[in-house]
């Protein structure tokens, strides 16, 4: 059982944006829904990990978990994940298909989520354990 404190502080990272050196950003979006077979924890979520576009703004994702739509081959649950697809030279260009996930608990996928998101930062040279960060946060939980 999930305590207060632990689904708040899970609400408190929607509308997380987090801006790397270089133009790489990480948008953490999620909110309470009540259970059902597609979000049987009762979150619906989009954590994503965009590459710079050429002016340096935030451009096509390159690493995603969700609960938007069933991957492809399943029903429920929702939850799934979008590898990094790269092109030549091993550059990321985009996504691949979702495919399924297990969830232990929202804290815990975002956890890893962005345990992946520093794994992949490092290995495009972004020293992301050190680097100036701009965190902003707009989330439709945050109080008025």
Sequence with gaps: MRSQGQIESVLGFDGTHI???GGYEICIEVRRVAPD??????????FV???PNADGT????????????A????TQPFDHVHKTKTG?????IGVRDGTP???????ELIGRFMEECYSRLRSLGI????????VTTRGRNQPK
């Design 101 to 107: 996930v297990k969830v232990e608990s929202v804290n």
């Design 19 to 21: 801006r790397f050196d």
């Design 71 to 74: 991957p492809a081959g399943v």
């Design 37 to 46: 077979a597609r979000a049987p924890h009762g979150f619906r979520y989009s």
């Design 127 to 134: 020293d992301a354990d050190n680097a100036q960060l701009t």
């Design 49 to 51: 990990l965009r590459r």
């Design 88 to 92: 030549p030279g091993g550059s990321p």
């Design 58 to 69: 935030p451009g096509k994702r390159i690493l995603g978990y969700d609960n938007a739509h």
